[in-house]
């Protein structure tokens, strides 16, 4: 068998966390028998490179790295890397193969949509507007990625939606604003965050502060669908770990 180990970005906040491992115990419930474990970044522990020589220490030969991440920013592309580079000179029998971040995946925004309408929101209603809010990054390529999101939150509904991000531009104010200007009468801003931390938290207080009828959605959290595409991430992974097709059932 070889092992998920799915690694998240860590947190300060205890809620993070949490939601990470019910993450998954939401993969291991969706696939039983899956060897799955959590580890972190930063902040929290296991770490990746003491759960990775936990595994080389029991004898495994091969194990799937998962990033629970929405971006390919500088911990998908540069820091798990490195990681792993050093990793792999440590345990050179282990074979390690990193798995492509959650992404974009047309079933995550989904998830956003479905938070929404769990906020209040109907589809049909035309005068609603949605704040889809991110994380932000200083790549404007990647920025550009997040506004395909905005587009499928909305895609078969009436809603008008604007992008915002935590740590850039345009902020969370200017997106409440820019709706405002566009004829919503009610505004629901939705995390693109897969867990409530310090940043979600940021969003909401600066939300309220620039509108206090606006309503705040949850995050995507430990729903199924993303345990759905974590495990497609694994499968990909693991057919190139493999050299063929991966076995589903193991």
Do not use: K
């Amino acid at each position: 068998m070889v092992p998920l180990i799915a690694v998240a970005h860590g947190s300060r906040d205890p809620r993070s966390a949490r939601v990470m491992a019910a993450v998954v115990d939401e993969v291991r419930r969706t696939r039983p028998g899956l060897d799955v474990r959590l580890c972190f970044l930063d902040l929290n522990a296991p770490s990746v490179h003491g759960l990775i020589d936990a595994i080389a220490a029991e004898g495994h030969t091969g194990a799937v790295v998962a990033p629970l991440l929405l971006g390919n920013a500088f911990h998908a592309r540069i820091d798990l890397p490195g990681i792993l580079a050093r990793a792999r000179a440590d345990h050179p029998h282990l074979a390690l193969q990193q798995a492509d971040v959650l992404g974009a995946d047309p079933r995550l925004p989904t998830i956003v949509r479905n938070r929404v309408i769990d906020a209040g929101a109907i589809s049909g209603d035309a005068r609603l507007g949605v704040a889809v809010a991110a994380v932000g990054s200083s790549r404007v390529a990647a920025n550009l990625r997040t506004r395909r999101v905005v587009d499928a939150v909305v895609a078969g509904t009436e809603w008008r939606a604007e992008l915002c991000f935590a740590t850039a531009d345009p902020s969370v104010e200017h997106a409440i604003a820019a709706l405002r200007a566009r004829g919503a009468r009610r505004i629901v801003v939705a995390p693109w965050f897969l867990a409530p931390g310090l940043l979600t938290d940021r969003v909401a207080a600066a939300a309220n502060s620039a509108d206090a009828d606006v309503t705040c959605a949850d995050v995507l959290g430990s729903h199924h669908l993303v345990a759905s595409v974590l495990l497609d991430r694994y499968d990909l992974a693991r057919s190139q770990l493999d050299g063929r097709p991966s076995d589903l059932t193991a």
